[in-house]
């Protein structure tokens, strides 16, 4: 990801540590988790790599027999490079019930693989506290592709901290008050535990070398998945305020667990963020 992120240090001041399940395919056993399906072909494990060839529409690898507690500061990080591009799928469940062994479009994660046989960092945050207990993971991908997969791990950014009420965010003097997730294009901040109700705005001050799509990002601890509005940002390197009304928004309720960023992509695209914040109050926008 060529993103440059002004004013953020890209070891955050929260550690995103990687303490739960990981399988970096060193030998046959982290093979052995991860069994695909017919339209998964030349599977082989070597050099620290699994790779394999997909030969029709629907290929994927099945975990299951897991026994992980889920929380809403979990992310998957799958490092990974393909001769094509295209799009993938991680699902994860709670249960085996269900037509599909408790699987559902409801239950999955998306994500976006570049090609051009380049590591890539895949990272996802599921948000999948409401399942309790994570039994069964997924991973779908495209056809006609070749993959080598380096790792898959499970990871959590929140370090252990307690969930606070804070609402305002400064970023400054090459500190992250937010953890910069492997990719760099992903920020979250430290757990939270808010009242939507009291907070009916979002206030974001960025410039933007070049004119992109923000999304916002948060995790509510009744609600599965991740939750997102997209915000169009100016490139004209400007600062500038932009305010995002989150009233009226279903799955904006609480507790609100986290709140994230997703940085608009594109290369050589220079991102400079100065302060989040929530309000109950719209801010009037400046240099715009």
């Not at 994500?111 to 506290?129: H, L």
């Not at 500190?175 to 939507?196: H, I, T």
Request: charged share 20%; with cysteine.
């Amino acid at each position: 990801m060529n993103i440059l992120v002004a004013l953020l240090v890209l070891v955050s001041s929260l550690s995103a540590g990687c303490t739960l399940p990981e399988w970096n395919f060193e030998s046959e056993k982290d093979l052995k988790a991860w069994i695909p399906n017919e339209q998964v072909d030349q599977l082989q494990v070597a050099d620290g790599t699994l790779s394999f060839r997909t030969t029709s529409w629907d290929p994927f690898l099945m975990c299951e027999g897991q026994s992980i507690t889920a929380s809403p500061w979990q992310y998957i990080h799958i490092r990974l490079k393909a001769d094509h591009p295209g799009m993938g799928d991680l699902f994860w469940t709670g249960t085996t019930d269900g037509p599909y062994g408790g699987l559902s479009e409801e239950k999955k994660s998306r994500f976006r693989v570049q090609g051009g046989n380049e590591w890539e960092d895949i990272v996802v945050a599921p948000f999948w506290q409401t399942e309790g207990t994570i039994h069964k993971l997924r991973l779908d991908l495209y056809e006609g592709s070749h993959f080598e997969i380096d790792f898959i791990k499970i990871c959590d950014w929140s370090s252990g901290a307690t969930p606070s009420s804070e609402t305002t965010w400064t970023f400054s003097h090459g500190k992250a008050p937010w953890a910069v997730l492997p990719g760099e294009q992903l920020l979250f901040s430290p757990p939270l535990e808010l009242d939507a109700a009291q907070l009916t705005w979002a206030v974001i001050r960025l410039r933007s070398s070049r004119t992109g799509i923000l999304g916002l990002l948060w995790g509510c601890g009744g609600e599965r998945g991740l939750q997102s509005q997209d915000i169009e940002v100016k490139g004209d390197g400007r600062m500038r305020t932009y305010n995002l009304l989150l009233a009226g928004i279903p799955s904006w309720r609480k507790p609100v667990n986290a709140l994230g960023l997703r940085l608009p992509e594109g290369k050589d695209n220079s991102i400079e963020i100065e302060s989040v914040t929530l309000s109950s109050e719209l801010k009037r926008p400046s240099g715009s």
